[in-house]
């Protein structure tokens, strides 16, 4: 599969939960614990990027982990 296509739907599920969040906020929602965790997250994340970068794994990797965190928060978000 192409690389781009994974990217792109990357950036558009995360654009979805980013909406989702200034929604939260914007209801009066949007908690400090909602912000923590967005944090760690991406804090998490990155390091989970480096580890399979240095097993030798590939950008596309990257790409499905995040996706996965991605869409884990779409469900805890519409919950």
């Given at each position: 599969?192409?690389?781009?296509y994974?990217?792109?739907t990357?950036?558009?599920?995360?654009?979805?939960?980013?909406?989702?969040?200034?929604?939260?906020?914007?209801a009066?929602?949007g908690?400090s614990?909602?912000?923590?965790l967005?944090?760690?997250?991406?804090?998490?994340?990155?390091?989970?990027?480096?580890?399979?970068?240095?097993?030798?794994?590939?950008?596309g990797?990257?790409?499905?982990?995040?996706?996965?965190?991605v869409?884990?928060?779409?469900?805890?978000?519409?919950?």
């Amino acid at each position: 599969m192409l690389f781009w296509y994974p990217a792109l739907t990357l950036m558009m599920d995360a654009m979805q939960v980013l909406d989702m969040r200034l929604k939260l906020i914007a209801a009066g929602k949007g908690t400090s614990e909602e912000m923590s965790l967005m944090v760690n997250e991406k804090v998490n994340a990155m390091a989970e990027a480096r580890n399979i970068l240095i097993q030798g794994g590939h950008s596309g990797h990257v790409i499905d982990n995040y996706r996965k965190i991605v869409a884990a928060n779409v469900v805890r978000l519409s919950a």
